[in-house]
């Protein structure tokens, strides 16, 4: 079918001439498209009775994602394609809109879980062009819902629940910025649904408490440098304040004691991805986790340590020695990471620091012993997995079809 010979005409191989109409349920048009996505052919379906020398039409916005006046009282007036129909207008054409079209805003067509990756590699998010909106840079288009389906985390699209095909794709928008360039009212019905949604700097404190987990680093960032963000901490001794230009950190609030828990039965979202807010817990499985504890800083020799719950994915903070009050409390990020996806240099000044931390698969084995006490045995593991006694001629690991020499020498 040609679509751009004609301005307001679909010509078709046979010559037939198919005129646009915008309205789709009385006078014009009178038909639709049926795509066969077994051929990539389609069918022209009549959508009512047809009269003798009546004008055969269809809604171009029905089957065209972009492009460029029948005089209808509901008339769409620039026919662009249906990326640029206002989601208020989109169920005007719903009964006659192909699924290609439909599942660039609901791309839900399996079953997913929580925590699956529905769409990586997206390095920016346009929430300018259409309020209300997150648009990705392969023109996929997520509504804004104030209980979200979905999370766009560390450049990938992430279930938040369980859906069914067909489901609905929704994130919230205004986590995505600190001030949203254009506040927009939603009326998601949600019962924390604040009305008005200007950016995360504008939630109110039990709001970001419960979005935390979505928001990313920079926004976070700025919605701390503004004085816009509030960070509660759920532990009864431990207060969060800023430390100098390191962001906000983790101090304690009163005397804690060795092997006292700091935090505990720490849970979240897991990811089969890392990122700067998560830790390892399984192979493969990452937990994203706040309350506060999210905001311990890295110390090379630290006053906490991690304690995973294998049973759950948790864990808990432990104190290593007394802490004082007003102390900074921290763990080695090199005790429970392997390979960090986002490195940075220590500046903690110690005679032992680790100088660039990147994680334990790049800690020099001779100083693996120095963070030996509170690594996580996950991590010990990967080097170390005799967790039992062994015998001469004891098989420790099968099916082995590859040994990588190459990634990391020695």
Excluded: W
Excluded at 73 to 102: M, N, Q, W
Excluded at 255 to 268: K, L, M, N, P, S
Excluded at 277 to 298: D, E
């Amino acid at each position: 079918m040609e679509i751009m010979s004609a301005p307001e005409m679909a010509i078709l191989p046979s010559g037939i001439v198919l005129p646009h109409h915008c309205n789709p349920t009385a006078g014009m048009p009178n038909g639709r498209i049926v795509i066969h996505e077994d051929t990539n052919g389609f069918d022209v379906v009549a959508t009512r009775d047809i009269g003798v020398d009546e004008l055969i039409s269809f809604n171009y916005q029905s089957t065209e994602y972009d492009m460029s006046l029948c005089g209808d009282a509901r008339c769409f007036g620039e026919i662009r394609g249906y990326k640029h129909v206002p989601v208020s207008r989109r169920t005007d054409i719903a009964a006659t809109s192909s699924l290609l079209l439909i599942n660039r805003s609901l791309p839900v067509t399996r079953a997913v879980s929580l925590g699956d990756v529905i769409a990586s590699d997206i390095t920016k998010v346009d929430v300018e062009s259409e309020p209300g909106m997150a648009i990705l840079p392969s023109g996929l288009v997520l509504p804004h819902h104030c209980n979200p389906t979905a999370g766009i985390i560390n450049g990938r699209v992430v279930a938040l629940s369980d859906m069914k095909p067909g489901e609905q794709l929704t994130v919230n928008v205004g986590v995505l910025r600190c001030n949203l360039p254009a506040p927009f009212q939603c009326h998601c019905g949600f019962r924390s649904c604040p009305g008005k949604i200007a950016g995360f700097g504008h939630l109110s404190a039990d709001e970001q408490d419960r979005l935390m987990f979505l928001v990313e680093p920079d926004v976070r960032l700025q919605a701390a440098e503004s004085g816009r963000i509030v960070v509660r901490s759920s532990a009864p001794h431990v207060r969060i304040a800023a430390n100098g230009g390191m962001g906000l950190a983790c101090f304690a609030s009163s005397g804690i004691r060795a092997d006292d828990r700091i935090f505990a039965d720490v849970t979240g979202l897991a990811l089969p991805f890392p990122t700067l807010y998560t830790i390892c817990t399984a192979p493969g499985k990452h937990v994203l986790f706040v309350g506060g504890s999210q905001c311990m800083a890295h110390g090379c020799m630290p006053n906490g340590r991690i304690v995973i719950h294998e049973d759950t994915n948790g864990f808990d903070v432990v104190a290593t020695r007394d802490i004082v009050v007003d102390e900074l409390i921290s763990f080695n990020y090199l005790s429970t990471e392997y390979d960090m996806s986002a490195p940075f240099t220590c500046l903690c000044g110690d005679a032992r620091c680790f100088g660039e931390i990147r994680g334990y698969k790049h800690v020099p084995v001779s100083r693996r012993t120095d963070i030996a006490a509170t690594s996580s045995l996950l991590l010990i593991n990967r080097s170390l997995p005799v967790t039992r006694a062994v015998s001469l001629g004891d098989v420790i690991a099968s099916d082995i079809t590859k040994v990588d020499v190459e990634s990391e020498p020695g």
